[in-house]
């Protein structure tokens, strides 16, 4: 199964890369700046937004604010109320959303370029005068709070908040950045508006531009579109996270036939010299699919689990460095069995050159099909500013993986990851424990 995997993989990647053209800073007459991607083969233009600050940031009691006010501001602006302005968008096919994240509130929109004036428009007047009218703000509401009530049988949900809540305590990320059900039922429509005038400033903005357009269109569009916005936001920074990793088990009692493990250990900052051989033994130890060694000894050799996985987190207060399972309740102690010696092993054994290599080969080659769209490149140059990454990162990522060495991958397994501290979450019934 895992030579296959590789060899369907090297045969993805011996098809043409996409091409990109340079990375553009664009700087508008008011100062507001972007990144652009000039594409110019399709009449198709997307812009990506955010602002620094995101669900963190909710007030206590009032968790949930930034991702209602994002699920809001496209439901009515300006003169336009939320059935004339969704049926403008449906008219026009276009794309606009606003989302939240833990340290971001943003959006996008998408649109033809015969359609670039209405689109930015109407993206203008969502972000400087939502209206939150009260039908649109109480049927989403309720569709919010469906939808926690949801996840609070979910196991998979339950695991993550309680595997916050315990690393973080009373820090802001411990409360997870979808809100609780008693928080949004205290939002106000004056909550929002406030949120609205003063979280989004043109000093916590990121903007990142892909498609058919130029740099001087792009300067005239910035100054249309966040023009309005108040030169500075209320403070957004927060205090940093101490994460506090536990070694007992903690199992949640939750009558379902399947449990959900979560485990966690400190992560690595993305600015961090050794991130790079971090990024290629995550890749190696959880992050490669079916190539990994997780679902190599977890599922492929002993069957316990349809899918195990790893991955680095980064937040901007916070690093972690996460994996989870799920299987029945008479594996589950057979899988956490498993898993801890597969961390210990890396970390005291180490890691193979072929491993390495075959890491290198797919990161370096998938690399270029992130690029599969102008939406997809706008929302990379964003994060990429949002990273505090150069603005050649997309030049040289590639450079920067292929110069991990194996000898850097295994000093970095026995550094950082801490088998004795990897605090593990059960969501079910597991039988053995």
Same mark, same amino acid.
């Given at each position: ?62 968790? $949930? ?362 969501? $079910? ?5």
């Amino acid at each position: 199964m895992r030579s296959l995997y590789l060899a369907l993989i090297a045969l993805l990647f011996s098809l043409p890369a996409y091409a990109l053209a340079p990375v553009q800073e664009v700087v508008s007459k008011d100062g507001i700046k972007a990144w652009l991607i000039e594409d110019h083969t399709n009449p198709i233009v997307a812009l990506k937004f955010a602002f620094r600050g995101g669900s963190a940031l909710d007030p206590v009691g009032k968790e $949930g604010l930034a991702r209602l006010a994002s699920a809001t501001m496209d439901e009515g602006s300006g003169d336009m109320d939320s059935q004339a302005f969704q049926a403008k968008l449906e008219d026009l096919s276009i794309s606009l959303h606003f989302e939240a994240g833990m340290d971001s509130f943003g959006g996008s929109v998408t649109t033809l370029r015969e359609n670039l004036k209405p689109a930015t428009q109407m993206l203008r007047t969502a972000l400087s005068t939502p209206r939150f009218d009260k039908e649109p703000v109480e049927r989403i509401s309720a569709q919010l709070l469906a939808s926690l009530r949801q996840s609070e049988e979910d196991p998979n949900s339950v695991a993550a908040r309680t595997l916050y809540k315990s690393i973080f305590g009373d820090h802001p990320y411990g409360r997870g950045s979808k809100g609780t059900i008693k928080g949004i039922q205290n939002i106000t429509q004056q909550d929002l508006k406030n949120f609205a005038k003063t979280r989004l400033g043109k000093d916590n903005l990121v903007v990142g531009v892909s498609g058919d357009i130029t740099s001087d269109e792009l300067k005239n569009l910035l100054d249309d579109v966040f023009g309005p916005l108040p030169d500075k936001a209320s403070p957004w920074k927060i205090a940093k996270a101490q994460p506090v990793f536990f070694k007992d088990l903690k199992v949640i009692d939750k009558p379902v036939p399947q449990s959900s493990i979560l485990f966690a250990q400190k992560g690595i900052d993305r600015h961090d010299p050794d991130f790079y051989p971090a990024y290629v033994l995550n890749y190696i130890l959880g992050g490669g699919g079916f190539s990994s060694r997780l679902t190599e000894e977890v599922r492929e050799k002993r069957g316990l689990v349809y899918s195990v996985y790893s991955y680095l987190v980064n937040y901007d207060q916070a690093n972690l460095w996460l994996a989870g399972a799920g299987t029945q309740n008479a594996r589950v102690k057979e899988t956490l069995d498993v898993i801890r010696h597969e961390w210990k092993k890396a970390a005291t054994e180490g890691v193979s050159a072929q491993e390495v290599q075959d890491a290198k080969t797919y990161l370096t080659g998938s690399f270029a099909l992130r690029f599969n769209s102008s939406d997809t490149i706008a929302a990379i140059l964003v994060g990429m500013q949002k990273d505090k990454l150069p603005i050649d990162f997309l030049e040289t990522r590639n450079k920067q993986v292929e110069a991990v060495s194996l000898e850097d991958v295994n000093r970095v397994a026995k550094s950082l990851l801490q088998p004795q501290n990897l605090s593990a979450i059960v969501v $079910g019934q597991p039988e053995g424990l």
